[in-house]
């Protein structure tokens, strides 16, 4: 449980900064920019400070590419889809994530939701736990999501200011 609520806490987050009123929010043309998909994924895409060394699936437009300031530090929160098979998707972050400077460090199956999560870390980092969640849905043709929850390094952490005394 505590897994899933880590992988789901920065699309939550994503969803409560568009709104909160019970209003469909209208988005500014900025923010329609910024989470309008994008093929072919590129670094300029990603949040400021997110790892350069980490794979991105080639063949996936970017859905959502957010930095997350929370209590324990910064998170990084990406949301990816793709055509291909979650196989392909699964095989490629399997490879890749096996490679320095990360380590895939346990793999759940949820076949009733036809995901897999990946726990993965970067070797020699403290090993702090972040996750890659696949998951193939069926609906009006193939489409794999993907979603990459991973702590901001602490050299980028956002600094939260300081509380000021009370008068």
């Known amino acids: 449980m505590r897994l899933l609520a880590f992988l789901l806490l920065p699309l939550l987050l994503l969803a409560a900064c568009d709104g909160g009123d019970g209003e469909a929010p209208t988005p500014s043309p900025a923010a329609t920019a910024a989470f309008s998909p994008t093929p072919s994924p590129a670094p300029d895409e990603l949040p400021e400070g997110f790892p350069a060394d980490f794979p991105i699936y080639e063949d996936a437009t970017i859905t959502a590419a957010r ?7 910064d998170i990084f929160a990406i949301g990816m ?3 291909d098979t979650g196989d392909a998707v699964r095989n490629f972050y399997e490879d890749r994530l096996a490679e320095a400077p990360w380590e895939v460090t346990n793999v759940v199956e949820i076949a009733a939701e036809s995901t897999v999560v990946l726990e993965f870390a970067r070797r020699g980092d403290g090993g702090q736990a972040a996750t890659l969640a696949i998951k193939e849905e069926q609906t009006d043709g193939r489409k794999t999501l993907i979603t990459i929850s991973l702590p901001a390094p602490a050299a980028t952490l956002t600094p939260t200011p300081a509380a000021s005394p009370p008068n």
């Open 67 to 73: 930095r997350i300031s929370a209590a324990q530090g």
């Open 81 to 83: 889809e793709t055509t």
